[in-house]
Every structure is written in structure tokens, then in C-alpha cells.
């Protein structure tokens, strides 16, 4: 019997990652990159989606004979899901897990670098400014983490080791959480942020989460309040954040991810006092590139074992979703 085919797509000039060798002989690999993925589809058996927000695959769609397992090698999945992938019976997984700690480590980052002052007391230090100020304890504050899956829970376990107290907000409330002291509606957001320290959006970005942190949001955190956003850009109003924080009524942002990336020159943010930019990076530590592709050649095994595969997303919600094959 011939080996199944897998379809490996990455940027244009790149090559697919090295660990795919230890698959050698199990799959006929065929690489290549958005130009060329209509002429690889037919015959196709899974896609590695390698180049991960190359939106590519929905033009070439109705190339596909065979297709039956597409694995994206991110978090997110919303910059390739489309209608035909939606409603085909073709199985979609991503990259659960992979950037969970990493992510939660830099949003504990954002979060003592706001509290201790470090921002300001880096530019101070440009100036040649001795100035004693007085930092905020961490330890007893409020975070807010929108988003319940994995990077929420693993950020929600670091702040609370820290002595945090940290809500969670999902789809639907619920008390006895292992990770969040509770979980609130997202739907009723501003409900909850009277108190809120640390706004966190670690959602995925969904209709339900698409604008989320918007002018209500903000208008009802309190002055002194720190958002950060290390989910999905869209799921941030950008112009209304900008407002909040020229108002005065959000004091600071540490934002990795923006309505349009790379972040445009003339946007405000990169000048406007209190926020704090970095280009999507915030799961992407040293070794995260062999980390997806070690996760990859395990779900490949799986499926070649017509295993069950975790990771499978549920399409129409945008999320990972339990038992799917």
C-alpha cells in the first residue's frame, strides 16, 4: 500500500522542519508554498500548515480529492478557518500547549514590570534621573484573564502563585475552578471589572471574542488599571483603548498583538504613555519552532495509528474540543 501523502506548506524559500525526518518511509512529503498548494492539494492526505497565518489553503480548497487531517502549527486557528473547512468532515488540530507557560511567563512579566515600576524606571534611567518612587504590591491584587483554555489556565496558576487573585472569564460562569478563584461570564465583562488590577484577553479570537475589550470595558476598569493583550489583536478595539488611556481612565496596556500586524508606523500606540509594544513574540521562546514540529510528528504518529487526536478543534466555535479523531 502507498504511504500516505502529507503536504508540508511553508513560506516562500523555506523549508519544512527537520524533525519531519524521523516520519521518512511512514509519508510521501511534498513541500511547498502558497503559490505551489493548489498543485500539491490533489492526492493530499493531511496538510501541515508550517507557514501557520498563510491564508492560502481556502483559494486552493477545491483542489483537495482525499484531504482528511489538517494540522495548524499555532494557537490560533481563526486567520485559516473558512466556510468549506468548517463544514467538511476534514479534522483541524493546532498547536495546544506548545506556548501555554511560555505565554503566561510574559504576561507575569507585564504584569510585575507594571506594578514595579520597571518601564518608567528604565527611562529614568536614560535620563540620568534619580527619582525614589513607590511600586505597587503584586501579591493580593486583582487579574481578570479572559479566556479559559490553556494559556488563560497556565497564566491563571502563575499569577496566582504569586499571590494573585485571579478571575477567569469563559463562556459561561461557574464556581470550583481549579485555576481561577471564579469564573465570570465574558459576555458581561464589564460587569466584573470594578475591581480589576490586571485586565488579561488570553482568548482565542471567536465572534464572541472579536472586540471584547472595548469602551464599556474601559469606562468601567478602574483608573490605575493595566491591560494586557496577548490573544488576538481583533480581539482588542484599538481606538477605543487609545481614548481610554489619553482620558485617563486605563492608566497602562502591554500589548503583543494588534488589529494589523506589523503594527503600521503612524499608529498612536507607539507613542501614547503607558502602553508598552511587542511584535507578537510572547510565546515564541528559544526552541519553539522544534517544539511544534516534535508536537507535529506526534500527532502524525496518532494518525497514521488512526489514533484519537487531541488538539482537534471545534470549527464552528474556534476552539480545541475533546474526543475528535
Same mark, same amino acid.
Given at each position: !500500500? ?19 525526518? %524521523? &516520519? ?36 486552493? #480548497? ?7 487531517? $489538517? ?25 495546544? /500547549?506548545?506556548?501555554? +507557560? ?9 504584569? &510585575? ?16 534621573? #534619580? ?13 481578570? $484573564? $479572559? ?9 491563571? +496558576?502563575?499569577?496566582?502563585?504569586? /499571590? !494573585? ?6 463562556? =459561561? ?13 465574558? /459576555? ?20 464572541? =471574542?472579536? /472586540?471584547?475589550?472595548?469602551? =464599556? ?14 490573544? %488576538? ?47 507578537? !513574540? ?5 526552541? #519553539?519552532?522544534d517544539r511544534l514540529a516534535d508536537q507535529f510528528v506526534d500527532l502524525a504518529e496518532r494518525w497514521l495509528a488512526d489514533e484519537p487526536l487531541p488538539y482537534a478543534v471545534d470549527k464552528q466555535g474556534g476552539f480545541v474540543a475533546t474526543g475528535a479523531r
Amino acid at each position: !500500500m502507498a504511504a500516505p501523502v502529507l503536504t508540508v506548506l511553508v513560506e516562500s524559500g523555506g523549508d519544512a522542519p527537520d524533525r519531519l525526518d %524521523r &516520519l521518512a518511509g511512514r509519508f510521501d512529503v511534498r513541500v511547498c508554498d502558497s503559490d505551489g498548494l493548489a498543485d500539491a492539494l490533489p492526492g493530499t492526505d493531511a496538510l501541515l500548515l508550517w507557514d501557520f497565518f498563510n491564508p492560502a489553503l481556502e483559494a486552493a #480548497w477545491p483542489r483537495r480529492d482525499r484531504l482528511r487531517w $489538517v494540522h495548524v502549527a499555532a494557537a490560533g486557528v481563526d486567520a485559516i478557518l473558512f466556510d468549506g473547512l468548517r463544514d467538511s468532515d476534514v479534522v483541524l488540530t493546532n498547536a495546544r /500547549g506548545v506556548f501555554d +507557560r511560555p505565554i503566561a511567563e510574559f504576561v507575569l512579566a507585564s504584569v &510585575l514590570a507594571q506594578d514595579k515600576l520597571l518601564h518608567a524606571s528604565a527611562d529614568l534611567q536614560r535620563e540620568r534621573t #534619580w527619582r525614589h518612587r513607590e511600586p505597587r504590591e503584586t501579591a493580593g491584587s486583582h487579574a481578570l $484573564v $479572559v479566556g479559559t483554555g490553556g494559556i488563560g489556565r497556565a497564566t491563571g +496558576r502563575l499569577l496566582r502563585a504569586v /499571590g !494573585m487573585r485571579v478571575t477567569g472569564a469563559g463562556r =459561561t460562569a461557574r464556581d470550583g475552578d481549579d485555576d481561577f478563584d471564579r469564573i465570570v461570564a465574558s /459576555g458581561e465583562l464589564a460587569r466584573h471589572v470594578g475591581d480589576v488590577d490586571h485586565l488579561v484577553n488570553a482568548a482565542p479570537l471567536t465572534p464572541q =471574542t472579536t /472586540g471584547i475589550l472595548d469602551a =464599556t470595558v474601559f469606562a468601567a476598569l478602574p483608573a490605575h488599571a493595566h491591560v494586557v493583550n496577548v490573544g %488576538r489583536g481583533r480581539s482588542l478595539v484599538e481606538v477605543d483603548l487609545v481614548q481610554a488611556i489619553e482620558q485617563g481612565q486605563v492608566a497602562a496596556a502591554s500589548l503583543d498583538v494588534f488589529e494589523t500586524e506589523p503594527l503600521p508606523p503612524d499608529s498612536p500606540l507607539w507613542t501614547l504613555p503607558g502602553v508598552h509594544v511587542s511584535a507578537h !513574540m510572547s510565546g515564541d521562546v528559544v526552541g #519553539w519552532r522544534d517544539r511544534l514540529a516534535d508536537q507535529f510528528v506526534d500527532l502524525a504518529e496518532r494518525w497514521l495509528a488512526d489514533e484519537p487526536l487531541p488538539y482537534a478543534v471545534d470549527k464552528q466555535g474556534g476552539f480545541v474540543a475533546t474526543g475528535a479523531r
